[in-house]
């Protein structure tokens, strides 16, 4: 469905080139939900700009959907629906009527245009919502009218760019769980990118994580998480010697573990450290902290994250690049 070699996007600012984009390789497969993963500045955004053919590459090729973004970009336009980061309805414009007027500008008929907008209304629980001004929807409706028009045209594939992005939690998972039932009734191709790790850990099959304009790892996310070296262990004890006693604990069970002391709430310290399988050591933990006569608090164990595949690959964490 998308296939690029040696992508680049380059950008003049006064006398200074900003590298944007620096070689980017893709392919994406027909049926799959793939999440662009980055900071901000990372390149994603270009990169989904050139795919949908609103920036032209300054070196490099792509095809998107079998046509060449720079040959054939209406061909592509054609192909591919595209929901950006601001909102593409008209404000006065009533709901089923605006989604009809997309339909037909895409060259559907008027019975067909119908026939489609009532459907995708009906899917994404707009039909309450159909005879109201766009202007009186709320955030959630809103994002999810932007997708109905970007899929009114039956595209093969999907770009969506922060679509959950000023939406309250509830409203977030609202509206991935109608793309997951639009994937499962149409098999549409999805390319998103996103600043919530929970949405690409969930909602993508595969992650592609981008940093200063290349694509530094690729794979499923449980994939990247298996290049995190173990489970994160967290220790609350009541002082600073005990937790520099449990640190001596941590490294006779973990040796590798780093482990080391940290502030934790209240007046508790943290010993934190990793080791592979941390809920089956955990056990042989407790039982060793408790011989030494150590007072845990609390005990945590968390599986890598895709922030911290982000941490190890960059020393970075994603989280305080978006900040």
Do not use: C
């Amino acid at each position: 469905m998308i296939r690029t070699q040696e992508l680049t996007r380059h950008f003049r600012i006064g006398k200074e080139t900003v590298e944007a984009v620096r070689g980017v390789d893709i392919e994406v497969a027909e049926g799959e939900a793939v999440a662009l993963l980055g900071p901000n500045g990372a390149g994603k955004s270009t990169t989904l700009r050139m795919l949908t053919t609103l920036l032209e590459p300054t070196s490099g090729s792509a095809t998107v959907a079998g046509r060449d973004v720079r040959a054939e970009p209406a061909e592509v336009r054609r192909r591919i629906g595209f929901v950006g980061q601001g909102h593409g309805a008209g404000e006065d414009q009533r709901v089923r009527d605006d989604l009809r007027t997309q339909g037909l500008l895409y060259g559907l008929d008027r019975r067909a245009a119908g026939r489609r907008s009532d459907a995708l209304l009906e899917m994404l629980d707009l039909t309450p919502a159909a005879g109201r001004e766009v202007a009186n929807l709320s955030g959630g409706q809103r994002r999810r009218l932007d997708i109905a028009m970007g899929l009114v045209h039956h595209p093969d594939l999907l770009f969506l760019d922060e679509p959950s992005a000023g939406l309250d939690p509830h409203s977030r998972a609202n509206l991935w769980e109608h793309v997951a039932r639009l994937r499962a009734e149409f098999g549409t191709t999805i390319v998103l990118t996103t600043h919530y790790l929970d949405e690409a850990d969930s909602a993508a099959e595969r992650v592609l994580v981008i940093d200063h304009g290349r694509v530094i790892a690729d794979g499923t996310p449980e994939e990247l998480k298996g290049r995190v070296s173990g489970d994160l262990v967290g220790l609350a004890l009541a002082d600073e010697d005990q937790a520099r006693a449990a640190v001596g604990v941590a490294e006779r069970i973990a040796p590798n573990g780093d482990a080391g002391v940290h502030d934790g709430p209240g007046a508790q310290h943290e010993v934190r450290f990793r080791v592979e399988h941390g809920d089956a050591v955990l056990p042989e933990l407790l039982r060793a902290l408790d011989a030494a006569g150590l007072d845990v608090r609390a005990v945590q164990v968390q599986r890598p994250t895709l922030d911290d595949v982000f941490l190890t690959l960059t020393g970075r964490s994603l989280r305080e690049e978006d900040q």
